[in-house]
């Protein structure tokens, strides 16, 4: 249990560095990461992690975006199709590459921390598309649904759940409730737009209303470009009595993959951060198209 | 359409189609971005190639799927793609379309094979395939369908194959559309559990439903090789239309991420070349008469099956 030194810094006020992205890591080394490689791969993902242990990150997450029954299930028309046509190992692969994604991450831990407190997050997004809102599904079908999946991290070793690329108030909200009965130490963090809302027009304050009474342990912000991020984050700070954080984009989404730009080397990613942590943020680190670069960068923050 | 082609099938001899391309792009490493034909054109190239060595003389473009709302769709909205999207999301797709047939034709050439072998522009369902639930309704398909026909028409295919197909729909409105841009088109049905399309309507009446809008062919695919064998039952009692089938052989192998039909497919070892063709034969003594393979099959498996067919008697010389 790494969690209580991460706390303990959060309340203390300082900066709690965050990782960077680890699918568009995958991508940028020039392997696909179509099955996560969590199976087929585990020493390249180790090394992704090593690397960000290295660089100094505080809370490394688990290379499981969307990684979930529902999304595996979502190819077919129903069970029966599924099992007239899908492969056999379908039923048990989600929770199987759930718990190898939060082990590596702990195994990176062993390797790489030489002993410095560093939380293992399972990062967890929204049971279906992270951008569209309009396809989530009914709070009490999500909870049966999150109660899986968290239960997966906990019995493997996750010091916290990382719930990331969040669009509505209703599904935080139910994951996040989910989360506290099973006493996982729980992050949320939102996609905003350029306004400074959610993908559902939520506000800021609306749902920062919802989630502290719940036990929301830090609200952050992510998978938007910087400029949105900044929106979104002077709406929360001017809200929030929790930590809060954020961990933009960069560069552009080139679906299935990643497209990676110059727009924002880490001397400029520094200067980004820096105004963020001026402004009230503690929680800083980066979502797709950084690098560990990126995040060594970062420690200059910590000053 | 190709005036051999179409000659062989009104005669009712055997019309041998290629395989899976996705699966087999996938199987040999290529990355499933952009259906490969932005950074691996030559691969895609290549595979057409060897299924015209192995006897195909239909071969379809590697555009299962490819339609604008593949990139839309892991969007919040249009606004969203251009806010955060890599640049040329909107027009990807008609690009990736005509690269898709210069390829099949560059193809064709290499082999020499301009006057055998005809080239068919895939088109499928709007949504993922597999997911009837999500297809759009008539006129939404009409109008989306269309504009993705009007680029295979422009890059000359010989005719359109409709593949995979799961609701009656979108089936109706692809046989219009073709009329619309004046080619020739074939109609798949993707076949259920249940043995009739994959939304549980039922295959006689899809097939007469396309049949009244001309056309010119209808086949079942993407299940296995059994449910294709009863499917094809099912289809010679409802048409006189030259029809046949391409069965997929192992199981869906479904990434853990992204909606969008990834072309995975595991356990095809299960059906090598022999044993595919052996079920395939069968379709053939039934009076099928376009026959190949889907996902999961490989030039070997067309080769298979073009020596047990003996389908093309060497040197015929048509056209």
Same mark, same amino acid.
């Given at each position: 249990m790494t969690y209580p030194a991460i706390g303990k810094k959060l309340g203390a006020g300082e900066m709690v560095i965050l990782d960077g992205a680890i699918g568009t890591e995958i991508l940028r080394r020039n392997v696909t990461w179509a099955d996560h490689q969590l199976a087929s791969r585990p020493e390249f993902v180790r090394g992704i992690h090593e690397d960000y242990i290295r660089a100094g990150a505080d809370v490394i997450s688990t290379n499981s975006f969307q990684l979930c029954r529902r999304a595996l299930y979502n190819h077919f028309r129903d069970e029966a199709h599924r099992r007239q046509i899908g492969a056999a190992d379908l039923d048990q692969r989600a929770d199987k590459l759930l718990a190898a994604s939060v082990r590596l991450a702990i195994e990176s831990r062993e390797r790489a921390a030489s002993g410095r407190p560093v939380a293992v997050a399972a990062a967890i997004t929204t049971l279906e598309w992270c951008f569209r809102p309009d396809l989530a599904p009914a709070p009490q079908q999500a909870k049966r649904e999150y109660r899986e999946i968290f239960q997966v991290v906990k019995d493997a070793g996750a010091d916290l759940v990382l719930l990331e690329t969040l669009n509505s108030i209703s599904e935080a909200c139910a994951a996040?409730?989910?989360?506290?009965?099973?006493?996982?130490?729980?992050?949320?963090?939102?996609?905003?737009?350029?306004?400074?809302?959610?993908?559902?027009?939520?506000?800021?304050?609306?749902?920062? #209303?919802? *989630?502290?009474? /719940?036990?929301?342990? !830090?609200?952050?912000?992510?998978? +938007?470009? $910087?400029?949105?991020?900044? #929106?979104? *984050?002077?709406? /929360?700070?001017?809200? !929030?009595?929790?930590?809060?954080? +954020?961990? $933009?984009?960069?560069?552009?989404?080139?679906?299935?993959?990643?497209?990676?730009?110059?727009?924002?080397?880490?001397?400029?990613?520094?200067?980004?951060?820096?105004?963020?942590?001026?402004?009230?943020?503690?929680?800083?680190?980066?979502?797709?198209?950084?690098?560990?670069d990126h995040i060594a960068a970062l420690g200059d923050l910590r000053q | 359409m190709h005036q051999s082609l179409e000659a062989r099938l009104n005669s009712r001899e055997p019309v041998l189609l290629d395989g899976a391309m996705g699966t087999e792009l996938v199987r040999r490493g290529v990355r499933w971005r952009k259906h490969g034909l932005l950074t691996d054109a030559d691969r895609v190239q290549q595979l057409h190639e060897e299924y015209l060595a192995a006897g195909a003389e239909v071969i379809r473009t590697n555009t299962f799927q490819l339609n604008p709302r593949i990139y839309l769709n892991v969007f919040r909205n249009r606004q969203h793609m251009r806010h955060i999207g890599a640049p040329g999301l909107e027009d990807l797709t008609s690009k990736l379309l005509r690269t898709s047939v210069r390829v099949a034709r560059q193809a064709r050439a290499n082999a020499g094979k301009e006057h055998q072998a005809a080239i068919a522009g895939v088109l499928a369902p709007l949504e993922h395939c597999f997911r009837p639930d999500l297809a759009p309704e008539f006129e939404l398909a009409r109008s989306e369908q269309l504009e993705l026909a009007r680029v295979f028409a422009e890059e000359k295919v010989d005719l359109l194959l409709g593949e995979s197909l799961n609701t009656i729909a979108e089936a109706r409105a692809l046989a219009e559309v073709a009329r619309a841009v004046g080619l020739p088109v074939w109609i798949s049905f993707v076949i259920g559990p249940e043995g009739e399309l994959l939304s549980r309507e039922p295959l006689a009446r899809a097939i007469r439903e396309v049949e009244k809008l001309g056309a010119q062919a209808v086949l079942v695919n993407c299940a296995p090789p059994a449910e294709i064998s009863r499917a094809l039952a099912k289809v010679k009692a409802a048409t006189r239309l030259p029809y046949g089938g391409f069965a997929h052989i192992g199981h869906f192998s479904p990434p853990s991420w992204k909606f969008e039909f990834f072309p995975q497919f595991s356990e095809t070892e299960t059906w090598p070349p022999e044993r595919y063709t052996a079920e395939a034969r069968r379709w053939r003594d039934e009076g099928a008469t376009i026959l190949g393979g889907c996902c999961g099959t490989t030039p070997a498996h067309i080769a298979a099956l073009h020596a047990a067919l003996g389908a093309r008697r060497e040197g015929a010389k048509s056209a």
């Open positions: 996040l409730e989910v989360a506290k009965s099973l006493g996982l130490p729980c992050w949320t963090s939102f996609v905003c737009d350029e306004r400074g809302r959610l993908f559902t027009g939520e506000t800021m304050a609306e749902m920062v #209303a919802a *989630l502290e009474p /719940l036990g929301v342990d !830090a609200i952050l912000l992510n998978c +938007a470009p $910087p400029g949105d991020i900044n #929106a979104g *984050l002077k709406e /929360l700070l001017a809200q !929030a009595h929790v930590a809060t954080g +954020a961990y $933009p984009h960069i560069g552009r989404f080139d679906p299935p993959e990643w497209m990676f730009t110059d727009e924002y080397p880490p001397a400029r990613y520094l200067q980004v951060a820096t105004s963020w942590k001026q402004m009230g943020a503690r929680i800083l680190g980066g979502c797709c198209g950084t690098t560990p | -």
